[in-house]
T-cell receptor, first 114, second 114 residues
Framework: AQSVAQPEDQVNVAEGNPLTVKCTYSVSGNPYLFWYVQYPNRGLQFLLKYITGDNLVKGSYGFEAEFNKSQTSFHLKKPSALVSDSALYFCAVRYGAAGNKLTFGGGTRVLVKP | DTAVSQTPKYLVTQMGNDKSIKCEQNLGHDTMYWYKQDSKKFLKIMFSYNNKELIINETVPNRFSPKSPDKAHLNLHINSLELGDSAVYFC?????????????FGSGTRLTVV
């Protein structure tokens, strides 16, 4: 079965410092990988995706993620975090054999301190 | 214009009641979903429809019945509500069944069963 893990429940970072949110996946074959962000009392917002091609993908709000097939990882990164980046971040994987459904990780809460 | 809209936003009801949540998308997407987010923020897929046809029905109790009158609408009816049904329910849509596109989520319906 497909699965995705976010090993950190919370990440704390100072404003202006680099931000990394970790994600690893477990599927056979070629996964489609996604990152979403959820602000309080809001629905999830799409940030970026990896389908194929360049391993480094760029998304909304200055975020990027690197697909690493050998490590089965898709970590989300931002070079310089903002206080407004404080939110809940979800990694998700879609694997073709499982039909078109996204399986989400447990989420990582990011707290950016001024 | 709201892309994916859900009503109501909040729903408080007693155990044993029957309630419905409505979802509409104006994006022209073919595929729609219901996800349940529990108190620990874990997201789990419940149902998926593609062009009004039920595609995914994850191990959800029979008390939950989705209906899609057309591809722009996906409603969720819940019979005999139980305390454990308390959660935030998210509707989402995506362009098609390929899984290559990100999802657009509604803002959620917070269901509280008392």
């Amino acid at each position: 079965a497909q699965s995705v893990a976010q090993p950190e429940d919370q990440v704390n970072v100072a404003e202006g410092n680099p931000l990394t949110v970790k994600c690893t996946y477990s599927v056979s074959g070629n996964p489609y990988l996604f990152w979403y962000v959820q602000y309080p009392n809001r629905g999830l917002q799409f940030l970026l995706k990896y389908i194929t091609g360049d391993n480094l993908v760029k998304g909304s709000y200055g975020f990027e993620a690197e697909f690493n097939k050998s490590q089965t990882s898709f970590h989300l990164k931002k070079p310089s975090a903002l206080v407004s980046d404080s939110a809940l971040y979800f990694c998700a994987v879609r694997y073709g054999a499982a039909g078109n459904k996204l399986t989400f990780g447990g989420g990582t809460r990011v707290l950016v301190k001024p | 214009d709201t892309a994916v809209s859900q009503t109501p936003k909040y729903l408080v009801t007693q155990m044993g009641n029957d309630k419905s949540i409505k979802c509409e998308q104006n994006l022209g997407h073919d595929t729609m979903y219901w996800y349940k987010q529990d108190s620990k923020k874990f997201l789990k897929i419940m149902f998926s429809y593609n062009n009004k046809e039920l595609i995914i029905n994850e191990t959800v109790p029979n008390r939950f019945s989705p209906k899609s009158p057309d591809k722009a609408h996906l409603n969720l009816h819940i019979n005999s509500l139980e305390l454990g049904d308390s959660a935030v329910y998210f509707c989402a849509s995506t362009q098609d069944w390929t899984g290559a596109y990100g999802y657009t989520f509604g803002s959620g319906t917070r269901l509280t069963v008392v």
